[in-house]
């Protein structure tokens, strides 16, 4: 097997950041779970697997068999611990194509739920948001500004593999709320503030979108005015609240679930 050239590993280096992981249009993927998962995924275009020499993946059953089918190159354990995003990383990272945004008529067209996201500013929430919208069957990821990059190391991590499984399109999001509107979408707006109803009074329609906030903020009061908007907080199961609130991927998480029976 070759070892990686100066000018690969330059660039793994570079996709830690996110100006270059736009221009390039290329993201890094973490770990036995993830990679595979990505690659029976077939959805994210796998260009290059990258090993740790030392730990010798390739060498395994099963890994030695997509070492002969993708290209391949081995990394010192240094620098490879220097382009990872684990303090145990393990032994095997792949480059990957970063899918194209969807267009938002063709996400519009669609039935479903749609999840949208209001300043989710931690890859792990993210990430999660992401890894429950796959496995429910949203239609697709509304990500508004001050979001989280969808292709974060960390967020890419705490997918699961899921990353590219589902259609994505940064947005304005007062402004693609209202068209979805326009277009007979119904809103669902996740927060716990003084007027909002129970997720369980709230009927899915044919076409919905769930809004989840920004994790210390809620969502934005810009998004709560719309013609066919509604705030909806999940009802607490006891009459004194032992927490304040619930974590935001967990939120959303139990709202798909909520909605999923509907749909």
Known sequence: MDTISNRQLTLLRKLQKKKYREREQLFLVEGERAVEQVIQNGTVQVTHLFWDENQQLWKRPGWSERAGQLLSAKIDPQSFREITDTDNPQGILALCEMPPEVALDELSDKQGVVVATDR???????GTILRSAAWFGVQGLLLGKGTVDLFNPKVVR????AT?????????????????????????????????ESLRTVEAAPQTIVVIGNEANGVDPSLMAGRNRRVVEIPHPQKEKQVESLNASIALSIALYALSGQT
Do not use: C, M, R, Y
């Open 120 to 126: 989710i500013q931690d890859p792990g929430n993210l």
């Open 158 to 161: 705490s997918t699961a593999g």
């Open 164 to 196: 590219g499984t589902i259609p994505f399109v940064n947005v304005n999001l007062e402004q693609t709320l209202s068209f979805f509107e326009e277009k007979g979408w119904q809103v669902l707006l996740l927060d716990t503030s003084e007027h909002a």
